[in-house]
């Protein structure tokens, strides 16, 4: 079993950037492909971001150029660092982890995810 538990959310206004973080359980961290997802009310969970167990990323094209996904294995732990916020960005972000390693975009191959963080943007 994994546990990941994120952190960092909050209040901001557009053009504001925040830190995204979570932690995970389990001796594996680094073989695993890590990712974070949003949901805004109404809508369906969506990718955001993707870091592989090699360190590719991936980035949604709604976000690429703004946001920035890195890990620290060592601490087994994944970031977002989001810059330029905008109030389409205001969603519950979700970590996740898939313990295959593989890089994927749909949210159900990820086996594991935490409780998810408020963010909220304001215009």
């Known amino acids: 079993q994994v546990q990941l538990e994120e952190s960092g959310g909050g209040l901001v206004q557009a053009g504001d950037s925040l830190r995204l973080s979570c932690t995970a359980s389990?001796?594996?961290?680094?073989?695993?492909?890590m990712g974070w997802f949003r949901q805004a009310p109404g809508a369906e969970r969506e990718f955001v971001a993707i870091?592989?167990?090699?360190?590719?990323?991936y980035y949604a094209h709604s976000v690429e150029g703004r946001f920035i996904i890195s890990r620290n294995n060592g601490k087994s732990a994944v970031f977002l660092q989001m810059n330029g916020l905008k109030p389409e960005d205001t969603a519950v972000y979700y970590c996740?982890?898939?313990?295959?390693?593989?890089?994927?975009?749909?949210?159900?191959?990820?086996?594991?995810w935490g409780q998810g963080t408020q963010v909220t943007v304001s215009s």
């Open positions: 996740a982890a898939n313990p295959t390693g593989d890089v994927d975009y749909r949210p159900y191959q990820y086996h594991y």
């Open positions: 389990g001796r594996a961290f680094s073989s695993y492909a």
């Open positions: 870091i592989g167990r090699n360190g590719g990323m």
